[in-house]
């Protein structure tokens, strides 16, 4: 399932990218970011899927 991830200063947010509805999963920013492999910058919204791979970059 792909994700829409959104970061924030603490948090990262999510939705399922199939939908466009609220952000409605919570992630702690810092666990994500080591699922992932790098940092993250505060207003970056990435895809990803549930293993945490990053797909494409949405913005920078």
């Known amino acids: 399932m792909k994700l829409i991830v959104r970061v ?16 409605v999963f ?7 970011e080591e ?9 970056e919204t990435v895809v990803a899927d549930l293993s945490a791979t990053i797909l494409e970059q949405e913005n920078q």
């Open 35 to 43: 699922a992932v492999g790098r940092r993250l910058k505060t207003g």
């Open 8 to 23: 924030q200063k603490h948090l990262v947010v999510a939705h399922r990218a199939c939908d466009g509805g609220d952000w």
């Open 26 to 32: 919570t992630l702690c920013r810092r666990g994500f």
